[in-house]
């Protein structure tokens, strides 16, 4: 069974700064099955990106994906209020067929 | 734009059963795979189950396999979760999802279920 571990839990950080965050995988995983999701208080997650880099459609460029095999990263260049939320990285492919990540949330 | 609109939940006793659907507008429905996913009170998000684009195969977690039965309706662009055996556990806000670009691309906003006595 494929783990999707995200480092770290919580980040403190405040507007205007540099968020990176982290999803390592407990085995190798295609980067084109990898994704990202943002999760605001109360509401439906949204994809940010997919592909491991490729940002959905209507995500500001701000936001930015990379890794393979078991090492993923999301960039957020500068925050803004409503980037923080909880993030998840989620992949397709190995058994379970889809797994999340237990998430890691952006504070102030 | 695309809007997926879950109904059905509720409150249930432990071993009832509840049957959710998602009501999807603003694409072609039957051109694509379709997800649940759950998330617990305070949790994080737990995949469920998936229906391909015709229906051919499905899939679950293990841990509902055997209780859960995801199905879909073309000509009512309706995908939904038959729920039975229902545990305490299967608590949770339970969100429908189109698959596409190789990842879950829209959410609905979710229908909660509460298992309780």
């Known amino acids: 069974e494929i783990v999707l571990t995200q480092s770290p839990d919580t980040l403190s950080l405040s507007p205007g700064e540099r968020a990176t965050l982290s999803c390592r995988a407990s085995?190798?995983?295609?980067?084109?099955?990898l994704a990202w999701y943002r999760q605001k208080p109360g509401q439906a997650p949204r994809l940010l990106i997919y592909?491991?880099?490729s940002r959905a459609t209507g995500i500001p460029d701000r936001f930015s994906g990379s890794g393979s095999g078991t090492d993923f990263t999301l960039t957020i260049s500068r925050l803004e209020p409503e980037d923080f939320a909880v993030y998840y990285c989620?992949?397709?492919?190995?058994?379970?067929?889809?797994?999340f990540g237990q998430g890691t949330k952006v504070e102030v | 734009q695309v809007q997926l609109v879950e109904s059905g939940g509720g409150v249930v006793q432990p071993g009832g059963s509840l049957r959710l659907s998602c009501e999807a507008s603003?694409?072609?429905?039957?051109?694509?795979?379709m997800h649940w996913v759950r998330q617990a009170p305070g949790k994080g998000l737990e995949w469920v189950a998936f229906?391909?684009?015709?229906?051919?195969?499905?899939y679950y977690v293990d841990s509902v396999k055997g209780r859960f039965t995801i199905s879909r309706d073309d000509s009512k662009n309706t995908l939904y979760l038959q729920m039975n055996s229902l545990r305490a556990e299967d608590t949770a806000v339970y969100y429908c999802?189109?698959?596409?670009?190789?990842?879950?691309?829209?959410w609905g906003q979710g229908t909660l279920v509460t298992v309780s006595s």
């Open positions: 999802a189109k698959w596409g670009n190789s990842a879950l691309e829209h």
């Open positions: 603003g694409f072609t429905f039957s051109g694509y795979g």
């Open positions: 229906i391909r684009y015709d229906g051919s195969n499905k």
């Open positions: 085995q190798s995983i295609s980067s084109t099955y």
């Open positions: 592909g491991a880099s």
């Open positions: 989620q992949q397709y492919g190995s058994s379970p067929l889809w797994t």
